[in-house]
């Protein structure tokens, strides 16, 4: 009798190890995951302040653009002025 008490004893406590084995490999997964969902939330942050930075400097490329546009076509306008006013002076020398 004694013996079977021991082997349920010995029984017992190899499914308790093993109990507290899964429970200890169930907790690191669970906090494996907090930590994923963690940088996971911050890369998905980041990417939101990126594309907003990149949202404004595709604005400020726009812009300038439009501004060099505009600057191209004062000088032309002003190349014009100038070629007309020579084109005055050299006829009435």
Do not use: P, Y
Not at 22 to 40: D, M, N, S, W, Y
Not at 67 to 91: C, H, P, Y
């Amino acid at each position: 009798m004694e013996t079977t008490n021991e082997t349920l004893l010995t029984a017992e406590a190899d499914e308790t190890a093993a109990l507290d084995l899964l429970e200890t490999k169930i907790i690191a997964i669970v906090e494996q995951l907090q930590e994923t969902r963690t940088l996971r939330e911050r890369a998905e942050a980041r990417t939101a302040e990126l594309e907003g930075k990149i949202s404004e400097l595709e604005e400020t490329v726009n812009q300038l653009r439009s501004q060099s546009s505009a600057a191209d076509k004062m000088q032309k306008s002003v190349r014009g002025r100038v070629e007309s006013l020579l084109e005055r002076i050299e006829s009435m020398g």
